[in-house]
């Protein structure tokens, strides 16, 4: 049987390190059961980020650009930060725009995901983008995006590429074949 908890008490947060993107806080909690740990999480912004799962003639449209993080090339799905102001759909239309040069007519929020939550607290939006157009619009990335189609018929075999690891976009491709096998 599940036991109910009480939200540990927060006694103290300190920012211990920070930098152009990241602010990590040491978090001192204490539990309902007197028990005190120290926690460390990256403190996220409130703005928030989108991904999009564009469909296009039968195919997703995938992106393929350059990691930091793996310091490899790295196919997923369009991404972005939610501008200041800007509404979390409004944000998906333009991110693929910038990234794969369309935009789309219908855009259906698919689920919200927590990104490693027991250390960071910012959610992702993810999306499916039917009835796309072509429009482009200046992005920040710093050199073009290769956009790859993929058949919708053939999602399984994405799951085996090797360049397709991220587990947001391995995500995101579970909740638009929900979302297509519905339809």
Known sequence: MSQRHHKPEILHTEV??????????QVHLKFSNGVERQYERMKGGSRGAVMVVPIHQGNMLLAREYAAGTDNYELGFPKGLIDPGEQAIEAANRELQEEIGFGARKLTLLKELSLAPGYFSSKMQIFIAEDLYESRLEGDEPEPIDVVPWALAEWEALLENSDFSESRSVSALFLAQKHLQLK
């Open 16 to 25: 211990v390190a920070k930098s152009r993107l990241f602010q990590i806080e």
